[in-house]
């Protein structure tokens, strides 16, 4: 299959705001065939261009004793006028000004071209020197085609751009949707007493159980699925970076049947949450459709210059010959990327990730959180356990401050914050705590912990 019906059938699978704003490929493909068509006009044909474009390169030494440059008399550069601001190809021409001998059958073709283009001279622009005549032939089919490619560029980088501002209005306001509908536990419970160390009874920190009028939890596990699923981009060593199109539309289902499958979608209690996720797959699927967009654009671009190159013989503006794509309009080929960290950014923070939060010993989180004079962080029972081991070093930097830790290292607004955020794993963690504290009591007793009490 040609890729201009590829690509237009990849454009209709695309939505409407963004396939009326792609590189138009079939437009430029007709202003290439004038462009060849011109050149005919003129004698120019492929091989022939080519061979004089070839005669502007320093000759060999043996085309020098060849005397390639006085058999043909010619020199041609195929060049881009600067002072007009805009893309304006040209053939500057280099000719003898005298006429050819009367035996034209000996001479080679390009001189025969060279010569005939010369009695054009008063037409063109012409500037005599010595005996050389220098001719100025505009192209105007081929500026036609640049101004085109650069027009449609610009729009599409345009268009890009008022995408990116629109994804992040959308994202805005998903982001206070969901913030409205996971709240913790204390803007949804009245019951909820901060704790400080002012307070009396500030030692016997209290869980109150969660309140039913948030998704919290819901939502907390959506979000920690779509990380692990790593959609668009892998942060695993041997296929880190930007996934393929194909990969990420996998994942991207996969993700969503995850969702179902553990029934995630039903457990959301509220109505707006369940538009919110609704929403947050879209703003995905947008995200896999603006990476297929602005692939396809690219290789259009890179086909549309390859046939430029191939039908016309004229230099490749992607090679040595830089002047063009210095003025065509740039495009934000990574849009796609920063799309997904405005999600990483914007959207995801909006719910606190236990792994942020857990003890670097134990691993789960750290309630009742003992902040060192190091600055780190442990649970208080991880502590108790060093200090009872006579253990002084901070596990993390060696810091001698474990022994000196007391009743005013404990971090009493992230004590709040854990109690706020996460009520049922502080809850789970404040039992194990008082569980394990009075075993260690019952061994220090000579009791066995795991006995049973038998009543005689």
Not at 259 to 269: F, I, P, Q, S, Y
């Amino acid at each position: 299959m040609h890729f201009s019906k590829t690509f237009a059938q990849l454009l209709r699978d695309l939505p409407p705001e963004l396939s009326e704003n792609a590189i138009e490929y079939r437009r430029l493909k007709k202003l290439l065939n004038q462009v060849t068509r011109e050149l005919a006009a003129l004698g120019l044909s492929p091989t022939v261009l080519h061979d004089l474009l070839q005669s502007n390169a320093e000759p060999s030494g043996k085309e020098k004793e060849k005397g390639r440059d006085s058999e043909t008399g010619a020199r041609l550069l195929y060049e881009f006028n600067d002072d007009v601001g805009h893309i304006e190809p040209r053939l500057r021409l280099w000719v003898d000004s005298t006429d050819p001998p009367d035996d034209v059958e000996g001479k080679p073709q390009v001189a025969l071209v060279a010569w005939a283009l010369q009695r054009h001279a008063e037409a063109q622009n012409a500037v005599l020197n010595s005996n050389k005549v220098e001719l100025v032939i505009p192209l105007v089919s081929d500026s036609a085609f640049f101004q085109l490619l650069a027009a449609t560029l610009q729009a599409l980088a345009d268009h890009l751009i008022a995408t990116h501002a629109q994804f992040v209005e959308t994202l805005k306001d998903l982001t206070k949707v969901v913030s409205d509908s996971a709240r913790p536990v204390s803007s949804t419970s009245t019951s909820f007493k901060p704790l400080s160390a002012l307070r009396s009874d500030a030692g016997g920190a209290r869980v109150s159980a969660s309140s039913r009028k948030s998704d919290l939890y819901s939502w907390r596990e959506i979000f920690q699925l779509y990380v692990e699923t790593e959609i668009f981009e892998s942060v695993n060593e041997r296929d880190r970076g930007s996934r393929t199109i194909e990969d990420a539309e996998t994942r991207l289902t996969q993700f969503a049947e995850r969702v179902k499958t553990r029934g995630l979608d039903r457990e959301l209690k509220l109505q707006q949450s369940h538009k919110a996720l609704d929403s947050f797959l879209e703003l995905n699927s947008f995200i896999l459709n603006v990476k297929k967009f602005e692939l396809a654009n690219a290789e259009a671009m890179r086909k549309i210059l390859k046939k430029h190159t191939k039908r016309t013989a004229l230099p490749a503006p992607d090679s040595s010959n830089t002047a063009p794509l210095a003025l065509l309009p740039a495009t934000n080929t990574l849009l796609p990327r920063t799309l997904v960290q405005e999600l990483g950014t914007t959207l995801l923070p909006v719910i606190p990730s236990l792994d942020d939060y857990a003890c670097l010993i134990c691993l789960s989180i750290a309630f009742k959180p003992i902040r060192l004079a190091c600055g780190h962080l442990f649970c208080v029972r991880c502590l108790v356990k060093m200090q009872k081991r006579g253990s002084d070093d901070c596990p993390m930097c060696r810091a001698p401050c474990v022994l000196i830790a007391d009743r005013s290292n404990v971090d009493w607004a992230l004590l709040n914050f854990m109690r706020d955020w996460f009520p049922e794993e502080a809850s789970i963690k404040l039992r194990q705590n008082e569980r394990e504290a009075a075993d260690e009591q019952m061994a220090e007793l000579g009791m066995d912990p795991n006995q049973r009490c038998r009543v005689m």
